[in-house]
């Protein structure tokens, strides 16, 4: 791929926020060379020196305000509990023409507090690039993470076409698949797929941690079966994911409702020994799997 | 390490099922050279057929009666729900001497359908290797299945220590790290680090599977963060786990009994807003995950 011999999207791209995510969207917007300068800003002194100490932009700043000034591109790639502030420092600095964008999992939350601040003649695209690894900070990212992977803009009504073009571009020379849908679709699909399944995990984990302590040390030496999925998907981090179900409320806990019941119907084959309907559903799973594993999920 | 110079463990290993564990212990035991002959039996002519095709064994039979018959070692792996009917017909053609062993995840229900058919003079001593892949049958299988991970034995009341460390040392030398304990035990553990994740994987899959279907299409595509691991937990043979829920019952109810309380706790921490309590559970779930990376058990 010539990546190199394209001409970069952005003049000065800002990334707010440099944890998994915005470290690696800072690598690879660098390796496919997308933007001319990049700069990064986190409010953690202890991140900043980690990300100057591993060269992660041109130039690295405390300041989102400082940060978006004269860029063409602004990423918030923080927890969405931080967007309206973030938004107020970020919004009045936009440049004309500039885009706005983020990476968090929740878009109508990130309309809600990112669109009031914009500057007018600015651009904002939410995205949310579904990538990620159970690891957090600076040096847990790299530039591959988005390869391959989905990338979900959810354009509020009124957006102009070539700006989320833009956006869809950026994320396709980073090497995703791009989609775009609305904000509230996008909330209910990855209730189910991302959020509920979270949820699930942190809970399986903690009734361990709430186990008589000699089961609870063997049930980590024996995690190898089952376990230790759920422990992976539980590493996350926890502002992040707090973040996610207040803001997802709604849709979290209809799906949860959901599952509540199809737990209940699981639970009364088991209690009643009716291994026929354990069977049904659970060859009905390994269907669902191969739509998965087809799509190139796995 | 001169695994060929040791002397062969056994004379004649007989494996009882060549699915995903029986055609990994047929291979595993082969390559390091702990029985002289292997003889594999399977019901199904087409895994017979495949497991020729594949050369598992020195000799493939149908007849488990056969396949014991002259064997210091049987091996069972085949679903619980087969072991009575299974011992019934192994039990009476085992030598002097002879070991029974088998691979599976309940072990009350193992001994209670194993034990009363031995023939005097045979031993009885029940293992479960935990390690496994969603993949099933003589094909899915392959040595290195076992490498580093733990073998518990569940030797019933009595048990001759030479016969349990026999088997303690095949299961060493194909690379496990085998611990004992009682069976009751081993079935509490068992159900809350594999048998309630496997339910829960099962579950929210099927959740997905009883979505609307333009919802349900999406869900499939964009599986990437959290719920694709799931489908992977939830792709496990249906009759295995099947057995495995019919027959640890009570141990599994109680642990789901204890999830049950931990989900509505986070929900209604979600319901009400309360992100405190959500960033608490959050930040303990990890410590957990951290004992597992540190059991070496990622």
Redesign the interface.
């Known amino acids: 791929m010539k990546r190199a011999a394209k001409t970069p999207l952005f003049r000065r791209a800002a990334i707010i926020g440099l944890g998994l995510i915005g470290s690696s969207l800072a690598r690879a917007l660098r390796r496919a060379r997308v933007a001319r300068t990049i700069v990064a800003c986190d409010t953690s002194a202890a991140v900043r020196a980690k990300a100057k100490q591993l060269r992660l932009a041109d130039s690295i700043v405390a300041d989102p305000g400082t940060a978006a000034t004269g860029a063409d591109l602004v990423a918030i790639c923080t927890p969405i509990?931080s967007y309206a502030a973030l938004a107020a420092a970020v919004g009045p600095k936009l440049a004309k023409g500039a885009i706005l964008t983020d990476v968090g999992s929740v878009k109508r939350a990130a309309i809600r507090d990112l669109a009031p601040h914009l500057r007018k003649g600015a651009h904002l695209v939410p995205g949310h690039p579904?990538?990620?690894t159970?690891n957090s900070g600076p040096e847990a990212g790299f530039a591959a993470l988005f390869d391959q992977?989905?990338c979900?803009l959810t354009p509020p009504a009124g957006a102009k076409p070539a700006a989320v073009g833009r956006v869809a571009e950026m994320w396709g020379r980073l090497g995703m698949k791009v989609?775009t849908m609305d904000a509230e679709h996008h909330d209910?699909?990855?209730a189910?797929?991302?959020?509920?399944?979270?949820?699930?995990?942190?809970?399986?984990?903690?009734?361990?941690?709430?186990?008589e302590s000699h089961?609870k040390g063997?049930?980590?030496?024996?995690?190898?079966?089952?376990?230790?999925?759920?422990?992976?998907?539980?590493?996350?981090d926890?502002?992040m994911?707090?973040?996610i179900?207040?803001e997802n409320?709604d849709a979290?806990?209809e799906?949860?409702g959901?599952?509540y019941e199809?737990?209940a119907l699981?639970?009364k084959?088991?209690?009643l020994?009716d291994?026929e309907t354990?069977?049904r559903?659970?060859?009905?799973?390994?269907?669902?799997?191969?739509?998965?594993v087809q799509?190139k999920?796995?």
């Open positions: 509990s579904i990538a990620g159970e992977r989905w979900i989609a209910r699909v990855l189910i797929t991302s959020h509920v399944p979270h949820l699930i995990a942190y809970t399986i984990v903690n009734t361990v941690a709430d186990l089961l063997e049930v980590v030496k024996y995690a190898a079966s089952g376990f230790r999925d759920f422990t992976r998907v539980a590493a996350s926890p502002v994911w707090r973040d179900f207040l409320r979290v806990l799906m949860l959901r599952l199809d737990i699981l639970q084959a088991i209690r020994g291994g354990l069977h559903v659970f060859s009905r799973s390994r269907q669902i799997r191969r739509g998965v799509a999920q796995d």
